[in-house]
Antibody
Framework: QVQLVQSGAEVKKPGASVKVSCKAS????????INWVRQATGQGLEWMGWMNPNSGNTGYAQRFQGRVTFTTNTSISIAQMELSSLISEDTAVYYC???????????WGQGTLVTVSS | QSALTQEASVSGTVGQKVTLSCIGNNNNIGRYAVGWYQQISHGALKTVMFGNSLPSGIPDRFSGSKSGTTASLTISGLQPEDEADYYC???????????FGGGTKVTVL
């Protein structure tokens, strides 16, 4: 069965960077995009962007441009999201999610809590 | 301000039919299939409708539809375990971005 398993919770200081991993299994990793979505406490879902593991193409939401980087390692079916210059407002649960191009997301990771605090 | 508009809350009694709506425009819902996602007590996200398809393991009391720029999720025969937040999402052609609704809180009375 399709599974997306994310790395554990992180606590970072303002100005630092964080890298969240997403290990995919149960399907051909290069056949689907990985999207990244975050959710601050008590808030809705915010899309951060996508990456195609096959082509390496990426698309970033405008508000994260220049601060976020997506990478994949196709040999071990892992996607990673790195967010830099962290501020307290970046405190949120970060999700990876699978999608077939512009089609809807069908599978989600369990989420990774990132806390930014001095 | 979310690109897709959802009711803030919907409530119903056990066994009742409830319908959630998701209003967009011709750049998003008018062009692409819509997904619906359930989140119980701010926990993990679960896909309950994927385009016109019901994912494996999701009860068939959940159904989805779309008319023009409005998508709907219907729960026929509301159950206590359906109490959750529900989000709609699709791709937006003009924004080149995936967009979400603000979420609807479903309460089972």
């Amino acid at each position: 069965q399709v599974q997306l398993v994310q790395s554990g919770a992180e606590v970072k200081k303002p100005g630092a960077s964080v890298k969240v991993s997403c290990k995919a299994s149960g399907y051909t990793f290069t056949s689907y995009d990985i999207n990244w979505v975050r959710q601050a406490t008590g808030q809705g879902l915010e899309w951060m962007g996508w990456m195609n593991p096959n082509s390496g193409n990426t698309g970033y939401a405008q508000r994260f441009q220049g601060r976020v980087t997506f990478t994949t390692n196709t040999s071990i079916s892992i996607a990673q999201m790195e967010l830099s210059s962290l501020i307290s407002e970046d405190t949120a649960v970060y999700y990876c999610a699978r999608a077939d191009g512009h089609n809807s997301v069908d599978y989600w990771g369990q989420g990774t809590l990132v806390t930014v605090s001095s | 301000q979310s690109a897709l508009t959802q009711e803030a809350s919907v409530s119903g009694t056990v066994g009742q039919k409830v319908t959630l709506s998701c209003i967009g425009n011709n750049n998003n819902i008018g062009r692409y299939a819509v997904g619906w996602y359930q989140q119980i007590s701010h926990g993990a996200l679960k896909t309950v409708m994927f385009g016109n398809s019901l994912p494996s393991g999701i009860p068939d009391r959940f159904s989805g539809s779309k008319s023009g720029t409005t998508a709907s999720l219907t729960i026929s025969g509301l159950q206590p375990e359906d109490e959750a937040d529900y989000y709609c999402s699709t791709w937006d052609y003009s924004l080149s971005a995936r967009v979400f609704g603000g979420g609807t809180k479903v309460t089972v009375l």
